[in-house]
């Protein structure tokens, strides 16, 4: 990662960070800041205006379920992350869910949405 764009580890427990780290075969070290989901939607909120101002190249994640309970919302800010060209790493779904038939349904949707908004709208 260049030194401008930061490795981050989103966890519910501070304590879970060794292990993440090495789960995602990167030392502590290299994990530039921590941000604890506290049940509010504070540390999430810091962690999108980092990633969308281009601060973050990389986030370590125990399982995508930390982003929310609802599916839809996880897919949409995975993909943001995505887009912006963040590596994703989450220890419970190291493929980033690729084989749930209910994650591939909702990328399938997103994508039918993003093509969508492609298509020139003629007055």
Do not use: H
Request: proline share 7%.
């Amino acid at each position: 990662m260049t030194p401008e764009r930061r490795t981050v580890a989103y966890v519910a427990d501070k304590a879970d960070v060794p292990a993440l780290a090495l789960a995602a075969q990167v030392s502590e070290e290299a994990v530039d800041e921590v941000m604890v989901d506290t049940g509010d939607d504070d540390a999430l909120d810091a962690l999108q205006d980092a990633v969308y101002a281009g601060a973050v190249g990389r986030i370590i994640i125990p399982s995508l379920d930390l982003l929310g309970p609802d599916l839809m919302a996880q897919e949409m800010i995975l993909a943001g992350w995505l887009e912006r060209n963040v590596a994703v790493f989450s220890r419970d779904e190291p493929d980033l869910g690729v084989d749930d038939p209910a994650r591939r349904d909702v990328r399938a949707v997103l994508g039918e949405i993003d093509d969508y908004g492609k298509i020139p709208w003629v007055p």
